[in-house]
């Protein structure tokens, strides 16, 4: 099938608007005879007449007013690919899919992503939250270009880069007893429930390494699937759990929470930026990624 020539079709828009082949000819620089060549070549790709003699004047048949219109829905089609593309050219306009641990997509990645937002404010931003498994194999399909972890062990294939401290603490309501004590001894917590969030979060991993190298094993009385879930937990006299200290600055600045002074503690972590490769990671992914770094 032989596909429509746009310069003929704007040759004919231009014609169409000035119902003149001469005026045509002028505003587009070519000849008379050039003009009417493209008309009768569109005329034969329809096998249609675009216009017709009314006495002294030319005007357009049914298919040329048909074909006027669907030129100038066309041809604005075509300046808004253009601009579109340009603007992903100049980074104003795309799309930036993140994934990110419960604890990082509530409380790390979004002041990120307000700074982000403020400017590339025309970038469609997706942001997807779960725990340390989910994020992983978001990225590895390759469903999102980049996650933001806490728990630094990634397979072999992707790129953990650090960027800001994550310090897990221990917290417990305000009128606990041991909130009264310093330098508590890490074994006086064994004699103490302890809550954790579901297999598969990395603060999980991360608190079981703790406690497997020091030679103790907490005694766990309750799994809760959201960090919320396990601060009011906590607060209600349940338990003491190990937590990012970014997840409680609210809480521990209201009173609601505090931070227990146990040695070994805090444990020492990282935020990580986590990717599948460099070279494959799309403009907006690469100034996310930088924002986060040089943070």
Do not use: C
């Amino acid at each position: 099938m032989e596909y429509l020539n746009l310069r003929r079709l704007y040759v004919f828009q231009t014609v169409a608007k000035h119902l003149s082949f001469s005026r045509a000819a002028d505003e587009l620089y070519l000849s008379q005879p050039a003009v009417s060549q493209h008309i009768r070549l569109l005329e034969e790709y329809f096998d249609v007449e675009l216009f017709e003699q009314s006495g002294k004047k030319i005007v357009l048949t049914e298919a040329g007013l048909y074909l006027k219109d669907a030129a100038n829905q066309l041809f604005k089609q075509l300046e808004a690919i253009h601009q579109t593309v340009r603007d992903i050219r100049s980074h104003h306009i795309g799309s930036l899919k993140i994934a990110a641990d419960t604890t990082a997509g509530a409380f790390v990645v979004p002041p990120f992503l307000h700074q982000f937002h403020d400017l590339y404010p025309r970038v469609n931003i997706k942001l997807d939250v779960g725990n340390r498994s989910m994020v992983l194999q978001r990225l590895v399909r390759r469903e999102v270009d980049l996650a933001v972890m806490g728990y630094p062990r990634v397979p072999a294939n992707l790129k953990a880069d650090p960027f800001k401290d994550n310090p897990l603490v221990v917290i417990a309501p305000p009128d606990h007893p041991l909130t009264r004590e310093a330098n508590i001894p890490l074994d006086r917590l064994m004699e103490e429930p302890f809550l954790m969030r579901e297999r598969g979060s990395g603060t999980r991993s991360t608190v079981e390494m703790f406690f497997d190298k020091h030679g103790l094993a907490p005694r766990i009385t309750m799994e809760l699937g959201s960090i919320a879930a396990i601060k009011e937990a906590v607060a209600s006299g349940l338990g003491l759990s190990i937590v990012s200290e970014a997840a409680v600055r609210t809480e521990l600045e209201v009173g609601k929470l505090t931070v227990l002074s146990v040695d070994h503690l805090p444990i020492m972590r990282k935020w990580y930026v986590v990717y599948a490769d460099e070279r494959s990671l799309s403009p907006f992914a690469t100034i996310f990624r930088n924002l986060l770094l040089n943070s």
